[in-house]
């Protein structure tokens, strides 16, 4: 089945110590998404990407960096985790274009400690 | 300013009674609107949507949802709940090209 995968489900890390976060996708879709969602909040999201063009969120820190290096993956690292920044780390994906908008697809997430 | 609301952070249900979960949104044109349902340490699972045309839509597990443009509301239905129905559930809205815009959510308690 065409699927959104993410991986790890559980990281635990140290504070200040970089971590990476991986997405991975079956659905050919064109946009990828990266949420950050904390206990009992909403999903919010931290940036996409539209094909290759990196989109960040105006108030998504400078902490947080994105990669796509093909269609398929997109990454998540987060150069000096600090301890708010324990979260579940939801991937979407999505087809979009000018006459066409399909709903996301959310990945099972991952679950980010940090000590 | 667009936005989400979801008035009821917390609903309990008795197993077999109907649900009405409540979303108003504040778009500058109709948006896509969409409800989710999230299980405790899951990703979020689609349950419906609406884009355009009928404004009663069926969704998955049986539920459904009304658009009703004059409330800019979209809520959430079911007529009888069961206790695997006990989620989170958020609703959505957005337009091509835009993120969604995630309401709060509802946490949905089953009661037997």
């Known amino acids: 089945d065409a699927m959104v995968i993410q991986n790890p489900r559980y990281q635990v890390t140290q504070f200040g110590k970089p971590v990476t976060l991986s997405c991975s996708q079956t659905?050919?879709?064109?946009?990828m998404y990266w949420y950050q969602q904390k206990s009992s909040q909403a999903p919010k999201l931290l940036f996409h990407?539209?094909?290759?063009?990196?989109?960040n969120e105006a108030d998504t820190p400078d902490n947080f960096q994105s990669r796509r290096p093909n269609t398929s993956f997109c990454f998540l690292d987060i150069r000096s985790p600090g301890l708010g920044d324990a979260a579940m780390y939801l991937c979407?994906?999505?087809?979009?274009?000018?006459?066409?908008?399909?709903?996301?697809?959310f990945g099972p997430g991952t679950r980010l400690t940090v000590l | 300013a667009q936005s989400v609301t979801q008035p009821d952070i917390h609903i309990t249900v008795s197993e077999g009674a109907s649900l009405e979960l409540r979303c108003n949104y504040s778009?500058?044109?109709?948006?896509?609107l969409f409800w989710y349902v999230q299980s405790p340490g899951q990703g979020l699972q689609l349950l419906l949507k609406?884009?355009?045309?009928?404004?009663l839509v069926q969704g998955i597990k049986g539920f459904e949802a009304e658009f009703k443009r004059s409330q800019s509301s979209f809520n959430l239905r079911k007529p009888s709940v069961h206790w695997s129905d006990a989620a989170e559930y958020f609703c959505?809205?957005?337009?091509?090209?835009?993120?969604?815009?995630f309401g709060k959510g509802t946490t949905l308690s089953v009661s037997s």
């Open positions: 979407a994906t999505s087809r979009v274009g000018a006459t066409i908008y399909n709903e996301q697809f």
């Open positions: 609406y884009f355009s045309g009928d404004t």
């Open positions: 778009y500058g044109a109709t948006p896509y």
């Open positions: 959505a809205v957005g337009q091509a090209g835009t993120a969604l815009i």
């Open positions: 990407y539209y094909d290759k063009d990196f989109n």
């Open positions: 659905l050919n879709h064109n946009v």
